[in-house]
């Protein structure tokens, strides 16, 4: 995995300028370490401060599924499938969880037991004829005779504040399963929560995938049409089949697109509030994922997530963020001797290699960095006015 930090973020009142330009030759930077900030293309295109690449497709020690455990106890209380989720590089940027419904089971509707387990996520080794890959990252759900088993990772981070996530992924597997990509921030009742979420039913023909700004019902438990898009794969390209799929979580509108498509988009109560990141295959057996049959399976797999985003404050979310003297959540003293966006870097336009950003502009007075990739970079003098106005925080 790589992560790289930039240090400064576009005011959304100027992205225009910016945009109107010129760009010149473009080359890829080595891993994003030496960019200021991120661009993303599209109607939803946007600036961040952050990077991540998480890389599943050459895992070392890849292996064949797990076994399944079939007590629920036992299940809560698995190990790691592999020392690949014991090393720091995962650790330090996901957690598997082991939680249960059993708290709310009955008031939930859901009709069984439902409990997430180590053992059902897992570095599996590639079978297909594909010589680009020959591992990913797998989660799988199944029913049992007494319980569904089900997975689900969450990002360390929960401060994400605007965001473009990318997954190439696929999902195959039984009906009665849902695979879920989404933001997500708790609320004391269902309709607090805030959510911008990609899901595919494995009930649902293989074209169709549900995008959301939840909560997707009201306080009265009636649906809110408004919250939802019902989207069909550009192509109908299958499901089943990898595609590349992206949510950009921007301030006054959830954008969300396929293979570079876009697909849809919702404005109506877009999430607001710094969240952290969720990727689950889950069932409880209820309406909405509907009953799999026992001993059926379903999957979730993952070649790869790319992630720019913004957050609100220092890493590790809500509790740890810290007032600055001007009531903002920690923006200004975080930036603090910021230089500026002086090496803009796209994950979108011109990049050759997946996960390595492209240099867009560069700012710093050397029109002839040393960077690796197929070109050189050129220098584009970025207004003062948009460095001066980023080093304040607006977005």
Known sequence: MSRAKSTIALPASILMLLFSLPQFTLAATDNGDECSCFRTNGPSRGYFLNHQFHDYRNVAGASSPPALTTNATNATNAFATSSFFLEDAWRSEWAVQNWNNSDNLASS????????????VYIEQSNDSSSDYTSY?????A??????????????????HYMSARFMARVIGSPGACAGIFTYLAGNTASDVQEADIEILTRDPRNRVQYTNQPSVNKAGDDVPQATINGTNPGERDWTLWNVYRVDWMPKM??????GESVANISFQTPKDPAGLIVNMWSDGGVWTGNMSL???????????????????????????????????????????????????????????????????NNTGDATMGWRGEGMGALVLIPLVLVGAAVFGYF
């Not at 509707?109 to 059902?120: C, E, F, K, Q, R």
């Not at 959830?254 to 293979?259: A, H, I, L, Q, R």
């Not at 200004?332 to 230089?339: A, F, H, I, M, Q």
Request: glycine fraction near 10%; proline fraction near 4%.
């Open 109 to 120: 509707g859901a009709s069984v037991l439902m409990v997430n387990t180590p053992n059902n």
């Open 143 to 160: 029913r049992h005779k007494t319980f569904q088993s089900v997975a689900e990772i969450d990002s360390n981070e929960q401060d994400f």
């Open 254 to 259: 959830t954008s969300w697109y396929v293979n």
């Open 137 to 141: 990252l797998t989660l799988r759900t």
């Open 295 to 361: 001993f059926d399976e379903a999957f979730l797999q993952i070649q790869w997530i790319e992630l720019v985003y913004n957050t609100s404050g220092p890493y590790g979310g809500l509790g740890n963020r810290k007032r600055d003297e001007a009531g903002a959540w920690g923006i200004l003293e975080k930036r603090k001797g910021v230089p500026g966006c002086k090496v803009v870097c796209g994950v979108d336009e011109e990049v050759n290699v997946t996960g390595t950003p492209a240099l867009l502009y």
